[in-house]
């Protein structure tokens, strides 16, 4: 069955990087359109950003230019580097994955950015 799991987050400074890692399993990887989205507390999941199976990349803009999406098919694992953090970056980081018409998502991981 498809699985999902992040890592990486934890609690950073205002200006400060992470890197966020979901391994993902039961599907063919490499083939697949992978996307992080966010939640905020109180507010609704919003769409970060997404790879394609080719490595084209797309970011909502409030984060274009801050943060990466990468992804290593050997190791069917993507990543969001994260980089100038700040108070609104806080939220719940998740992984999805369009399978088979099926949206599949990991339980999180979440970023505080905190001083």
């Known amino acids: 069955q498809v699985q999902l799991e992040e890592s990486g987050g934890g609690l950073v400074q205002p200006g400060g990087s992470l890197r966020l890692s979901c391994a993902a399993s039961?599907?063919?990887?490499?083939?697949?359109?992978m996307a992080w989205y966010r939640q905020a507390p109180g507010k609704q999941r919003e769409w970060v950003a997404t790879i394609t199976n080719d490595g084209s990349t797309r970011y909502r803009g409030s984060v274009k230019g801050r943060f990466t999406i990468s992804r290593d098919n050997a190791k069917k694992t993507m990543y969001l580097q994260m980089n100038s953090l700040n108070a609104e970056d806080t939220a719940v980081y998740y992984c999805?994955?369009?399978?088979?018409?099926?949206?599949?998502w990991g339980k999180g991981t979440l970023v505080t950015v905190s001083s």
């Open positions: 999805n994955a369009p399978v088979s018409g099926t949206n599949y």
């Open positions: 039961g599907f063919i990887f490499s083939l697949n359109v």
